[in-house]
């Protein structure tokens, strides 16, 4: 095989490759959001309220929260045992026509009904036409314990829940996945660990995304190929005299 033949398979290959990428981009830009601070995040009756802001794409601004917390019982207001929960709300949204209150929102842009986030299947669509749910001032929860009951769908395994926030003044989607634990009911023992398991979000402005919907592996393998095919070009290009120089 000669040079110029060696060069011509491997730009096409490249191309191939980046053309193979690229198609997985206009697909579905589904990407990996940023973990909130901390990943786990556990909150006692003693401790009280332990949440982060969460800038899930990175460019500064805060777009969701997630958090943690336990109430302690108060007999004499007939609360008998302490109450705990995991809560996820929305931040940076379209919906957040009232402005935030110290650590709580107005309003919550994540997929649910009533006070809680529904726990989604793979194939859902969160999108556009999605039931989304805006609780004034308080989180939806995760999972939550009332007189030492539990309540919610998260508990004790993996959860997902859709979302969505604004980028650049547009709507985008996601979801995230949570493991909750709520254990204890005294003012001694309750708590809730929260620990984030993974998020992914559609970088197409009002796209929907769909849940278990990652990037193909084998696009990323083919535009490595692609690359490594011409830096082995270059290579083979170093090795070879030039025909073009004049003879000693």
Known sequence: ???????????????????????????????????????????????????ERWDIDGNGTPDLLLGANTFAAFPQYGITAANSFGGFAGYNSTRNTVSQVVGYLKNAGIFGTVAYASNLPLGTTVGPNSSFKYVSGNYNFLEGRRYGVNGGQFGGALGITGFEFLENGALHYGYAEFNVVLTGSTNADASCTITYLGSYYETVAGVPIVVGAVPEPGSLAALAFGVAGAAGVAAYRRRQPDSAQPAA
């Open 1 to 51: 095989m000669d040079k110029n033949t060696a060069g011509s398979l491997a730009i096409k290959g490249l191309t191939g490759a980046v053309a193979l990428a690229g198609t997985t981009q206009a697909y579905g830009a589904v990407v990996a959001g940023n973990a909130p601070p901390s990943t786990v995040l556990h909150s006692t009756a003693i401790h009280g309220l332990d949440h």
